[in-house]
């Protein structure tokens, strides 16, 4: 267990909180590409870290993202005008384009020197697999872009849901590297088969086991840990181990074991200490669902599942919709959807569940690794040093991936992971 100390070390991402710190030092996803796909669209709030910035396409199709403050008289640029190549505050008419140049000021009088002197901070932005990412840091320190591993080509086909979950980021990504809650929270959606491997269709997941209490292994890597979850297999359990290999890659986002017909990843985003974008990403296989497909499965659909600003319908204070006579039906949770069902107990621990308390057991090895990770890396920054994940010695994104299969009990699940070329120095 963590001290309330380490805890708060671990939990608090806003200000100058050395966590805060530490995500500032990678490329950040705050956004999805479908918020800011129309030119001269309605201006997106876009909020991480605790801070809140203006993402807006421009008449011209280039993206921009600025401080959501006007840097005049600090009235929300959210509510401004995207037109002409510029988004035009409405309380002066002050007008910036995506580089944060002021173009116009309407307020002022014409020939004024003024609008040569002022520039809205604007931020570094790439758009790759579904995701605007920022750089949120230093400007003169943003490296190259490092394309993450569920997309490691432009043209990756990914689907994505976005939730916005009233809990703070660590026990979320707590939920998505526990492989062994999956065998009772899911179980009415991830259920035993005799299958080869873990498999899919429209209406559940498949696994080669009925072991709910996997053994676990950890190993740390350049880029975070991964670790695997050995089970026994429905056929062959005396030779064999059904093993599955998560790959958390710091901070942002893990990669869970694939099915038949697709990869699946999360990525988790602060918003602030209390709430966090949970993104949740179907990819990378022969089958991969449609964004519209996917948020079906999941039932994550906005407009039927969610409000216009992300947030589930579902709810502390409805009980999450929660259906009883489902559960005596034989339904497990009574909560349809695989994330709404993590939702639930995300939320109802409180929005940042004091780990001091918790009890751990042997199938929380990752649980611990990851606090102690983490934890370990904010201790790092706060003295000075390289964030988690940053450096030549860090393997490239694109080449990690994880794995599941049933596999003879002498083959060693770390031989199983890629291998490792790393990020070339001259970049």
């Not at 203006?54 to 008289?73: I, N, Q, S, W, Y």
């Not at 994505?160 to 065998?183: C, M, T, Y």
């Not at 676990?216 to 890597?221: A, Y």
């Not at 602030?272 to 296989?285: K, L, S």
């Amino acid at each position: 267990m963590l001290t309330p100390e380490e805890n708060e070390l671990l939990t608090r991402v806003t200000g100058d909180a050395p966590m805060a710190e530490l995500m500032r030092q990678h490329w950040t996803p705050v956004c999805l590409i479908e918020e800011v796909a129309e030119a001269d669209g309605t201006p997106l709030r876009v909020e991480v870290l605790g801070e809140s910035y203006v993402a807006f396409r421009d008449t011209k199709g280039r993206l921009g993202m600025l401080d959501e403050l006007c840097p005049h008289r600090k009235a929300s640029l959210v509510y401004g005008r995207n037109e002409e190549c510029g988004l035009r505050c409405l309380y002066h008419g002050w007008k910036m384009d995506v580089d944060g140049n002021v173009v116009a000021m309407s307020s002022e009088p014409e020939g004024s020197p003024l609008k040569d002197k002022v520039k809205a901070r604007a931020y570094p932005v790439r758009e790759w697999g579904g995701f605007v990412w920022a750089w949120l840091g230093d400007a003169d320190a943003a490296p190259e872009f490092d394309p993450p591993a569920f997309a490691p080509e432009a043209d990756t086909v990914v689907s994505i849901l976005k939730i916005r979950v009233p809990a703070n980021w660590a026990q979320i990504h707590e939920g998505q590297i526990d492989s062994a809650h999956s065998s009772s929270l899911h179980s009415s959606d991830m259920k035993p088969a005799r299958v080869e491997g873990a498999a899919a269709d429209e209406k559940a997941w498949y696994r080669p086991s009925t072991d709910k209490s996997p053994r676990m292994q950890t190993e740390t890597t350049s880029y975070g840990f991964h670790y695997a979850a050995i089970r026994k297999p429905i056929k062959n359990a005396a030779s064999h181990n059904y093993l599955r290999i998560t790959e958390f890659v710091a901070p942002y986002y893990s990669l869970i074991p694939p099915n038949n017909n697709y990869t699946v990843a999360s990525v988790i985003v602060p918003i602030n200490d209390v709430e966090t974008a949970f993104h949740f990403i179907a990819w990378g296989g022969p089958n991969v669902p449609t964004t519209e497909e996917w948020r079906a499965f999941n039932h994550a659909v906005p407009g039927q599942d969610l409000d216009r600003k992300w947030r589930p319908l579902r709810t502390l204070e409805n009980d999450f919709m929660q259906d009883r006579e489902a559960m005596k039906a034989g339904n497990f949770t009574g909560v349809p959807g695989i994330p709404n069902q993590d939702i639930v107990m995300w939320v109802s621990m409180g929005a940042c569940v004091q780990r001091h308390t918790d009890v751990l057991g042997a199938s929380d090895l990752a649980i611990v690794e990851f606090r102690r990770l983490m934890t370990d890396a904010a201790r790092k920054v706060a003295e000075g040093g390289a964030a988690i994940g940053t450096g030549t010695a860090t393997q490239r994104q694109a080449t990690i991936a994880s794995h599941e299969g049933v596999y003879p009990k002498e083959v060693d699940w770390r031989t199983l992971v890629p291998t490792k070329p790393l990020i070339d120095a001259a970049e």
